[in-house]
């Protein structure tokens, strides 16, 4: 079963820090990768998608994609308390079932 | 806009109890459907996917089912709840089955006592 590894588990920054994310997929066949926030008591909102090598900014986030290692991670620059919820990273491929991570849980600490 | 409703909101249910969750899809024809199941604090796990009317697609088993009425109503029962049925149900829609961005209802929570 292809499993899709977050880590850390948790992460406390202060605020107008750096909270740097990770997620790794098993399955080599992986081809679309997005990261979601989910806010305590709310459904997942898509914050951003990457579908090919290489980094894209939007904002205060920036997501970095290494296909060859299944690898992507997800910064967020200059973090506020309202950065703070459950982030899940999820992936497909065209012919399997979007898989969601375990999440990381971040707090960010006025 | 395309908008997604959710009923009920929240559910207290007593083990061994029916259910039926619903969701609606609003601005978008023909989209895939999703049910998800979330416990407290974890990860989503997708239970069933609808590509159109009438035909679901079951992702995992536990003892829940999925049906399509309508275009744009996904439904979610089971006859009798476990207390592993507990959590947080999501209902989400994408454009492109499994390769797309998926856009979800705002859930529903419930509780088997």
């Known amino acids: 079963q292809q499993k899709v590894q977050q880590s850390p588990e948790s992460l406390i920054v202060p605020e107008g820090g750096m909270a740097s994310l990770n997620c790794t997929s098993s399955?080599?066949?992986?081809?679309y990768f997005w990261w979601y926030r989910q806010h305590s008591g709310k459904s997942p909102k898509m914050l951003m998608s990457i579908f090919s090598n290489g980094e894209k900014e939007e904002g205060r986030f920036t997501v970095h994609l290494n296909k060859a290692s299944l690898h992507t991670s997800l910064h967020i620059r200059d973090s506020q308390p309202s950065d703070s919820a459950l982030y899940l990273c999820?992936?497909?491929?065209?012919?399997?079932?979007?898989?969601f991570g375990t999440g990381t849980r971040l707090q960010v600490l006025p | 806009a395309q908008t997604i409703h959710q009923w009920p909101v929240a559910e207290i249910k007593a083990v061994g109890s029916p259910l039926s969750l619903g969701c609606t899809i609003k601005?978008?024809?023909?989209?895939?459907l999703y049910w998800y199941w979330q416990a407290t604090g974890g990860t989503l796990q997708q239970l069933f996917y609808?590509?159109?009317?009438?035909?679901v697609e079951s992702v995992v088993q536990l003892n829940l089912s999925a049906s399509r009425p309508k275009d744009d109503q996904f439904i979610l029962s089971t006859e009798k709840l476990l207390l592993s049925h507990s959590g947080f149900y999501l209902c989400a829609w994408s454009q492109h089955l499994n390769q797309d961005t998926q856009y979800f209802g705002p859930g529903t929570r419930l509780l088997v006592l």
């Open positions: 601005g978008k024809s023909s989209p895939n």
């Open positions: 399955d080599r066949n992986v081809d």
């Open positions: 999820a992936v497909s491929s065209n012919t399997n079932k979007v898989v």
């Open positions: 609808s590509i159109t009317v009438g035909q």
